[in-house]
C-alpha cells in the first residue's frame, strides 16, 4: 500500500498512490499505513481517487483514522470517492459522517467553511 502526503496550509493530504482496492487484506496494511501518517493535531485530507473497491474492512481502517485525527484534536475529509466506493459510503450511511467533496480543490472549500 502505497501512500503519499502533502501538505497545503494547515491541511495534510493523504493519498492513496496507485489504483488499489481497500478490501481484505490490503486494508490491514492500509490502516497501518494510515495511523503512521497521522502525526499530530490538525486537519487531514484523505484523498480516494484512485481507490476502485473498498469493503469493511477498508471503511474500518478510514474510521479508524477520523477517530485517530479527532482524538488529536483535528478533522478528517475525504475527497475523490469513485462511483463504487460512494456507493459503499452511501450504503452504509457513512456519507452521513463523513465531509465529502468530490476532488481535493472542492475538499478546500469546506475547510475554509
Known sequence: ????????????IITVEKPERLVMPDSLG???????????????????E???NIDSTGLTAIIGLRREVERQGG???????RPAVRMVFKLT?????FVIADDIDAAFKTVAA
Open 1 to 12: 500500500m502505497k501512500l503519499s502526503t502533502d501538505k497545503r496550509g494547515s491541511v495534510i
Open 30 to 48: 492500509f490502516r497501518a499505513a494510515l495511523l503512521e501518517k497521522c502525526t499530530g493535531e490538525g486537519d487531514y485530507l484523505l484523498n480516494l
Open 50 to 52: 484512485n481507490v476502485a
Open 75 to 81: 478533522t478528517l475529509r475525504l475527497a475523490g470517492l
Open 93 to 97: 450511511r457513512l456519507y452521513d459522517v
